[in-house]
């Protein structure tokens, strides 16, 4: 029998399944009295797909990663290949949801790669 991980968001314990059936929920908001760029960081996060959100929502959840480690925490059910899942990445960096930490870290096969974050 696998055990399922379980999560803790906002004081509520949920499965890695409910976590990212949550994605489809997901948007953003700017109040009222907000900055203009605050409305339109929101409205550019509003824009994204169902796959970017679940890379994104993966980064903000476990901290900055390297495109194989985001590849090994994405859901099975979502079917994402390795390259599409580094597709997806590379669009959240040119919406401005994601970028290069800086930092670098060694792959499974010793090969130096960047570290991501989300914004």
């Known amino acids: 029998m696998a055990t399922q ?7 509520t314990a949920m499965s890695e ?17 907000d900055r203009i760029t605050s409305h339109q960081a929101a409205d550019s996060v ?8 679940i890379i994104l929502e993966l980064l903000k959840h ?8 985001i590849f090994v925490r ?3 059910t979502n079917k994402m290949s390795p390259s599409g899942a580094r597709t997806r ?3 959240l960096v040119a919406l401005g949801q994601v970028v290069d930490t800086g930092r670098y870290e060694r792959t499974k096969s010793n090969r130096k790669t960047v570290v991501w974050k989300a914004v």
């Open 17 to 33: 399944d409910d976590l990212f059936s949550r994605v489809k929920e997901l948007r953003a908001y700017a109040r009222h009295s």
């Open 46 to 53: 509003s824009h994204i797909r169902e796959s970017q959100k």
């Open 62 to 69: 476990y901290g900055p990663m390297f495109d194989e480690q």
């Open 89 to 91: 990445r590379a669009e």
């Open 5 to 11: 991980t379980h999560f803790i968001i906002k004081g």
């Open 74 to 76: 994405i859901p099975f």
